[in-house]
């Protein structure tokens, strides 16, 4: 089975502070998604990643960024915490989709809390 | 741009009733299809997709789901409720874009099943 792993279930930080998120998959995946969930909006995409050391940006990068330093890993960053980014964070990973239909697989999630 | 709309964000069934999660979709090519189910605490994890080998998709749990095109819908369908079925249920939709397939996901629906 494909393990999508979250390096935190829980996490408290403060205002202001600089947060890392981090991800890893174990199985060879091309793409790795960050998202933020949110009680009504449902998922909503940071950024995504189709290669090593590549970025796109979702619909929410503001106040994020993202790297990509090995095929196995994405790293979500907070640059400057903020309330208003109190939420649940989801990282996913999936094969290139081409002409397929490839779902992604979702780690548990990271419940972050900014004071 | 395509859009995935979930009717309810929440529906209540009784033990061993129908399930309906309905799921609407705008797209202007054929989309990938998805329903992903979330337990608390965990993430994601997928239930079924649409291939287009045939309309009517089973999934895991006794879910299925059908698609239709002239409806542009993809609503999700259980015959007995089972209490371990509640749960939030998500839609989600990919479509290319930019080279990759990025998906979009609907609000979701939070299934409550009574006793």
């Known amino acids: 089975d494909v393990k999508v792993t979250q390096s935190s279930r829980y996490l408290v930080k403060r205002t202001g502070e600089k947060v890392f998120l981090e991800c890893v998959q174990d199985m060879d995946h091309e793409n790795m998604f960050w998202y933020r969930q949110d009680p009504g909006l449902g998922l909503r995409l940071i950024y995504f990643s189709y290669d090593v050391k590549m970025k796109e940006k979702g619909d929410i990068p503001e106040g994020y960024s993202v790297s990509r330093e090995k095929k196995e890993r994405f790293s979500l960053i907070l640059e400057s915490a903020s309330t208003n980014q109190t939420s649940m964070y989801l990282c996913?990973?999936?094969?290139?989709?081409?002409?397929?239909?490839?779902?992604?697989?979702f780690g548990d999630g990271t419940r972050l809390s900014i004071l | 741009a395509q859009s995935v709309t979930q009717l309810g964000s929440h529906v209540s069934v009784s033990e061993g009733a129908l399930v309906l999660l309905r799921c609407n979709y705008s797209?202007?090519?054929?989309?990938?299809l998805f329903w992903y189910v979330q337990y608390p605490n965990q993430g994601l994890q997928l239930l079924l997709k649409y291939t287009s080998a045939a309309t009517l998709v089973k999934g895991i749990n006794g879910f299925e789901a059908e698609f239709k095109k002239s409806e542009t819908s993809f609503h999700l369908t259980k015959p007995s409720a089972h209490m371990s079925d509640a749960a939030e249920y998500f839609c989600?939709?990919?479509?290319?874009?930019?080279?990759?397939?990025?998906?979009?996901f609907g609000r979701g629906t939070s299934l409550i099943v009574h006793p």
């Open positions: 989600a939709v990919s479509e290319l874009s930019g080279g990759s397939y990025i998906p979009t």
């Open positions: 797209s202007s090519v054929p989309p990938y």
């Open positions: 996913a990973s999936s094969f290139p989709q081409g002409g397929s239909n490839q779902p992604q697989h």
